[in-house]
């Protein structure tokens, strides 16, 4: 390493700004990771970072979102580590986010970084949608796997497919308004309208349909690719299939919340969560990282997953989000009482 | 309402003056007021009670009595008027604040605690060494006579030793007035004649004023120095207990406590009434001749004769002759209805002794001969 | 005001002097009573008028100018309300909107291109005017420039204002008013069967000589012990697609209204038994002597004086059950498949999809037939005690072998339907992979590993429960003595009364919901309990007060009335009555207060849904949650370590009633 004044002063700096700080700073970071996930994460920042400490506060997708919203006027976490970009831009959106651009974002692959300069979120890794198949059952009703998205339209899959309620599922909104950005609006509602005559049940939750396919309660269960694999660690006979018109995804991002009393140390969390170092730590459960080039294939999934990410417009799937969802459950909410 | 007391003499003042103590009261009432919403419960009602007096308050259910007495104690506030204790202005105290031991129909005994601890609850205080709690408590249970039974509990004992528990208790702080409510109204007849008697011997022992409220003339009668008649929240006459049974001041009075024979009648002179078919000498009293009247006799004050009998007349105007309709034994004494043409419809109702019954021979369907003694005819004016 | 009422003279009422007693009473009163204002009236005051704040796109409140074609020379500015009244691109319906609406301007002009180089300026005409672009705030009258392809991804963000629109979009989205007419039905047809078969029980366990009454009388009472999911992840793996029973459903799905009545018959049942067997148990002798006499049939006997005698337990039961199964959130979640129900809705409306004050809504349409539901229970309780007489003789019943051997087959069914329920989740909780995977395995208890909160959840919730029990019953039997045993103050105490038989009326999720409404608002002094285990607590506490308050009350009105005069006559403070009379002798219903309280601790999960945070999570929620992430057999196992500890927490109070009771209830025998 060349020696250099300035990073002699940065260190200065960096030592002075240690000592002023007389304890360690605590940062509250409000996450939607894995449970499982949550001590690795700490554990390799704060090796990282000796003098900043997480206190996690973790929930779903859909609950964190609205904690945060409900918090607006008075705000508790620092950092959002872990969130749905589509949730970190309704947050955007109502002014709630501190823009600001890591050290190390230009090698962050575009489509995982906030449109405005300096950015206010910041990508991660993404879940991406997918099929859970589970071909012991499929077998004894002798229904052949889907290949696409159009073929869960066919007859023979009526009353086998379980998809998540995109009013109450971060991932069943993935689903919609990734059709809906594939096939245009016309298709979009024709396809869902034929699938809708398939469903059997929309769940509350995105990857209960894929537990569910694990368990045998449905054959067919749309969700994404990390409960499938999962549960086929479990035992579960399940395929995962990536239909082949491509697949919706969601950015799992990183933001901080604006106002925060602990901004230095909230722009390291985030300097920290685009290094290269902390996507190799998402590549163990997730495929696709926002770090191009780096992740190893993950056990279950194929390696390509990331090609069959369609492009996303995340700003338009925020800002259409009411629309889309009141004319969802206009079209299939009210008619989800059973057939009898 | 307008209420008269008129009586053969003049009309009784309501406020009682006692004639013996012309020092004020220990316990002074005056214009006592208390109104449940629309209903008034007391009516302007005042009393004096002298130190060391026992007095009853006596009445039909929802006279006032207990009303009163619950304002003497505190638990209910009054609306007007107020009371003295010992010369001390007690009107507004909280119960905590004033001075007495009461005792409830119910007992009130603590189930939970044992009859010894009971006694001693009002005497535990910071200040009081524990041997004199427990000498005082050895005295009381000695007094009400229960001292085996301190180790148990109120369920293991009589409801007659409950009600001597609770007595022993209200007055184990020594208080300088004792409200005893209903005290005896829950037990069986033997038990309550036994402890009337027990309660005033207690209560004569230790001096101590003490008001009881009752329904019971009997018990009344049987215990008071003096008793308050009360009816529809005022006080409709005070006197001891000979003074309200001889001399009831009003036909409430006269009706309630013991058995009447009540006659419609018109005044003619002061000292004579004019029946139905008849005319009766009278206690002279001051009703206006000519106005309406109820003439009343007691069945026991009616003295019989043979039709033929001339002695011991003491009024002779007044010698109705009768025939006996019915007669029914009660164990003391014959209960006998007795009709004359001379009272028209009317049936008197007369107790004669046993004694007399044999001496005159009288039997159902004889004739004879009733005296109404001219002292004994009392007259009330009819209502207005 | 009658005559007689004027006679009295005039000058004041003289008033009571407070001794320190009074004052400290009192005082305690009003904290209770404040406490009650805190937990309750004031959330559901924030709750109602959250519901009736709406939101709509004020055009007036946006000005916006157009350039001509070289993209600097702009037009006049005109508010949008204007550029509107000439283009009428925006109806009148497209405003009205939620808290989180967006309007899209684009449309105003007809000609627009975003391809074309006209510029456009937007800006508020007052400060709180708010709109996007793209995804950044802009307020206030600061004019935001912006090219065509820009001025595509401007919106508006409405205002806040009060009314019933909120009740009109409710019942005007079919999905929605649909979920009402679902519950109403879904709890019409529940209540119908759960009294039915509720009657048939009681009338075996008070009118039979059948054998094993008691161990039945235990068996029925199980449900209260676990969360009301637990019937619903029961019922799919007895019946859902892989179910043990599945053939019985004949093809029919389980996920929906089926298995929300039989879940409902479920866990509702031992509130239904428990009022009617009340009803049934305190029937006159003498009425079924002068049948005997009269000669009538068995079952004109029945129909003439078993029922009638029990119709207001029947009434009484069929009101709590109707409004259990409406208000009930945890089954039709589980259970209801694409079955709407209200309760639901308010979880998607608030979870979902943010929408606070949609979810108010469905919260003030859940507390009116809950309330109506109260008031008639009220009425038919006060006519009960009439019904009653203090010379009724207990009904004995005669040996009948035909007819009680019936009753124990009946029951022993109903039993076997409750256990059944209970060993399967124990069942698909000790198996490895269900269906596939069959070999026993503890798994599944291996919580840590799952979504809803971990072991920490499960201690959580007994923590909860434990302080729920002790200051539950403290708060609840202080405030019931000083309700009962205090003078004077009436208008306090009725106000107080009133309170504490509110939250009877108050659905859980309703209470939970408006607890959001008014802890979390920053302005509010009590802010900081939010996400504590103390609001847990006291949301708890809140929920369960009317049941606990009722058991003291019943048990204090057993006390002697004059107990306070006398220890006032001797001058004794009213605490050391409290502690050395009242306490004692109230003892066995302060024990039940403690564990109802702690049994609904640990299944609740209504109201704590709304309140939980990471470091609170609790057992039933994460049941909920781990069924709601598709880990059901987890659920189950969670569900079962709930039913463990409620059966401890049953045998500890036996033990523990039956030393105290020992020690300190010598009195009672004789």
């Not at chain 3, 919580?447 to 971990?454: N, V």
């Amino acid at each position: 390493m060349k020696f250099r004044p300035a990073s002699v002063l940065a260190a200065l700096a960096v030592t002075f700004v240690a000592s002023t700080a007389i304890a360690e700073t605590n940062l509250t970071v409000y996450t939607a990771i894995e449970a499982v996930d949550l001590d690795r994460y700490k554990a390799t920042f704060e090796k990282a970072y000796p003098d900043i400490k997480i206190n996690w506060v973790r929930d779903s997708t859909g609950v964190m979102t609205a904690k945060l919203l409900a918090e607006k006027d008075n705000p508790q976490a620092d950092v959002v580590w872990g969130l749905a970009a589509t949730s970190l831009l309704l947050l955007k959106s109502e002014g709630m986010l501190e823009p600001y651009a890591p050290a190390g974002v230009d090698k962050l692959d575009k489509r995982f970084v906030d449109s405005a300069n300096p950015p206010s979120w910041t990508g991660m890794d993404a879940y991406v949608a997918a099929i859970c198949f589970n071909t012991v059952e499929a077998k004894k009703l002798g229904i052949a796997a889907p290949k696409s998205w159009k073929d869960l339209t066919k007859p023979e899959y009526k009353g086998h497919v379980v998809m998540p309620n995109p009013n109450s599922s971060g991932t069943g909104f993935l689903d919609v308004s990734a059709w809906l950005q594939m096939f245009g609006e016309k298709d979009a509602w024709a396809f869902m309208d034929g699938l809708h005559q398939n469903i059997s049940a929309y769940t509350h939750s995105g990857s209960k349909p894929c537990k569910m396919a694990g368990a045998g309660e449905t054959v067919i269960g749309i969700s994404f690719e990390f409960p499938g694999a999962k549960a086929k660690a479990a035992g579960a006979p399940i395929d995962i299939i990536f239909p082949e018109e491509g697949s919706g995804w969601e950015a799992e991002a990183t933001a901080i919340v604006a106002g925060t009393a602990n901004l230095e140390a909230a722009k390291k969390l985030v300097d920290f969560s685009v290094s290269k170092e902390a996507n190799e730590m998402y590549n163990q459960g997730y495929a696709v990282l926002a770090y191009p080039g780096i992740a190893k294939p993950v056990e279950h999934l194929p390696a390509n997953v990331a090609d069959r990410m369609i492009k996303n417009d995340f700003e338009w799937a925020a800002n259409n989000r009411k629309a889309v969802l009141a004319e969802w459950a206009k079209r299939y909410d009210a008619k989800s009482e059973p057939k009898s | 309402m307008k209420h008269e007391t008129v009586t053969g003499a003049a009309a009784a003042p309501m406020h009682f003056e006692p004639q013996a103590a012309p020092k004020p009261g220990y316990l002074v009432i005056d214009q006592l007021w208390k109104v449940f919403g629309d209903f008034v419960a007391l009516k302007g009602v005042s009393l004096d009670i002298r130190e060391g007096e026992f007095v009853c308050f006596l009445g039909p259910s929802g006279c006032g009595k207990t009303t009163l007495l619950r304002a003497i104690a505190g638990l209910d506030l009054q609306s007007r008027g107020s009371i003295r204790q010992a010369g001390r202005d007690i009107s507004s105290l909280p119960p905590s604040k004033r001075d007495y031991g009461i005792v409830f129909q119910s007992y009130a005994l603590f189930p939970n605690l044992t009859i010894e601890k009971n006694i001693a609850f009002g005497l535990e205080n910071a200040r009081r060494p524990k041997q004199e709690i427990q000498a005082r408590v050895a005295e009381l249970l000695a007094l009400v006579g229960l001292s085996e039974q301190a180790k148990k509990y109120p369920a293991q004992l009589s409801g007659g030793q409950q009600q001597r528990i609770a007595l022993a208790r209200a007055m184990a702080v020594s208080p300088g007035l004792l409200l005893l409510d209903e005290p005896l109204s829950a037990l069986d007849a033997k038990v309550r004649v036994h402890l009337r008697h027990e309660i005033k011997e207690l209560q004569r022992k230790l001096g101590v004023t003490t008001i009881m409220v009752t329904h019971d003339q009997e018990e009344a009668l049987s215990m008071a120095d003096r008793i308050v008649v009360m009816n529809h929240g005022v006080i409709e006459q005070i006197g001891t207990p000979t003074e309200i049974y001889r001399h009831p001041s009003t036909l409430f009075v006269a009706d309630f406590i013991g058995e009447t024979n009540q006659f419609p009648a018109r005044m003619i002179r002061n000292d004579t009434v004019g029946l139905a078919g008849t005319e009766l000498a009278c206690a002279s009293c001051e009703v206006a001749a000519g106005s309406d009247v109820n003439a009343v006799i007691r069945p026991v004050d009616i003295i019989p004769h043979a039709l033929d009998g001339r002695e011991d007349i003491k009024t002779p105007q007044n010698l109705i002759d009768v025939t006996v309709t019915e007669m029914e034994f009660l164990g003391g004494f014959w209960r006998c209805r007795l009709s004359s043409p001379r009272l028209g419809e009317r049936v008197l109702i007369a107790d004669f002794s046993i004694n007399a019954v044999r001496r005159l021979g009288i039997e159902k369907g004889g004739a004879m001969r009733a005296e109404l003694p001219q002292n004994r005819v009392l007259v009330f004016p009819k209502a207005a | 005001m009658s005559a007689v009422v004027s006679a009295l003279p005039a000058g004041r009422a003289p008033r009571l002097q407070l001794s320190s007693d009074d004052v400290v009473r009192r005082g305690l009163m009003l904290v209770i009573a404040l406490y009650l204002v805190l937990a309750l009236a004031a959330p559901l005051y924030v709750l109602l008028s959250k519901s009736m704040s709406t939101y709509r796109f004020d055009l007036n409140a946006f000005e916006i100018q157009r350039s001509d074609d070289s993209g600097t020379a702009f037009g006049p500015a005109r508010t949008v309300a204007a550029l509107n009244a000439d283009a009428k691109a925006i109806t009148d319906a497209e405003l009205d909107t939620g808290s989180d609406g967006r309007l899209s301007l684009t449309k105003l002009y007809e000609d627009f291109s975003f391809r074309s180089p006209v510029k456009y300026r937007i800006r508020g005409t007052t400060n709180d005017a708010a709109f996007l672009v793209g995804s950044d705030l802009k307020r206030g009258t600061d004019w935001v420039e912006v090219d065509s392809n820009t001025f595509r991804r401007v919106v508006l963000r409405p205002g806040r204002s009060v009314g019933f629109d909120n009740f009109v979009a409710y019942f005007s989205t079919p999905s929605l008013a649909q979920a009402i007419w679902n519950s109403v039905l879904m709890g019409a047809i529940s209540t119908v069967l759960v009294i039915a078969i509720a009657f048939g029980l009681a009338y075996a366990l008070n009118r039979s000589r059948m054998r094993f009454k008691g161990l039945f009388r235990l068996v029925m009472t199980v449900p209260i012990l676990v969360p009301s999911l637990l019937p619903g992840i029961a019922l799919v793996y007895l019946f859902g697609n892989q179910g043990l029973l599945k053939g019985w459903m004949m093809g029919h799905s389980i996920y929906g209204p089926i298995g929300i009545v039989i879940g409902s018959v479920f866990f509702t049942l031992p509130h239904a038994l428990l009022i009617i067997s009340t009803s049934l148990s305190v029937a006159d002798a003498r009425h079924y002597e002068a049948a005997a006499a009269l000669r009538a049939s068995k079952w004109r006997t029945f129909w003439t004086v078993t029922v009638p005698g029990a119709r207001y337990g029947v009434i009484s039961a069929a009101f709590v059950v109707f409004t259990m199964v409406i208000t009930d959130f945890g089954l039709p979640k589980v259970i209801g498949g694409q079955y709407n129900m209200l309760a639901v809705d308010i979880y998607k409306q608030v979870i979902g999809q943010q929408n606070f004050e949609m979810g108010a809504v469905v919260s003030v349409l859940l507390i009116i037939p809950a309330i109506a539901a109260f008031f008639v229970d009220r009425i038919i309780q006060k006519k009960q005690v009439a019904l009653l007489s203090a010379r009724s003789v207990p009904y004995e019943p005669k040996p009948n072998p035909g007819f009680d051997w019936g009753c124990f087959a009946y029951c022993t069914l109903i039993a076997a339907f409750i256990l059944t329920m209970i060993g399967v989740c124990q069942l698909a909780a000790m198996v490895k992979f269900w269906p596939y995977d069959l070999t026993p395995s503890l798994k599944n208890f291996r919580f840590d590993l799952m979504d809803g909160g971990g072991w920490a959840s499960y201690y959580n919730s007994i923590e909860m429960a434990l302080l729920t029990a002790v200051f539950g019953t403290i708060i609840v039997f202080t405030g019931a003595y000083m309700v009962e045993k205090s003078d004077g103050f009436r208008a306090g105490r009725s106000l107080f009364q009133f309170l504490a038989m509110l939250p009877m009326a108050v659905p859980g999720m309703v209470l939970g919901l408006a607890y959001i409404f008014f802890f979390n608002n920053p302005a509010n002094p009590l802010h900081a309990l939010y996400g504590s285990m103390a609001i847990l607590v006291i949301c708890t506490i809140t929920h369960f007060y009317t049941v606990s308050h009722l058991t003291a009350l019943t048990a204090l009105k057993q006390m002697d009335r004059e107990f306070e005069p006398v220890a006032a006559s001797l001058k004794q403070p009213f605490h050391k009555l409290f502690f050395r009379v009242t306490l004692p002798v109230c003892l066995p219903a302060i024990l039940d207060i403690s564990i109802y309280l702690f049994v609904n601790a640990m299944t609740t999960v209504s109201a704590v849904v709304f309140l939980y945070s990471t470091q609170t999570q609790l057992a039933s929620v994460a049941v909920l949650n781990m069924d709601d992430a598709g880990d059901v057999a987890p659920a189950a196992a969670m569900g079962m370590m709930i039913f463990y500890t409620n059966i401890a927490a049953r045998l500890i109070h036996a033990a523990v009633s039956r030393v105290l009771l020992s020690r300190t209830q010598v009195w009672r025998g004789r």
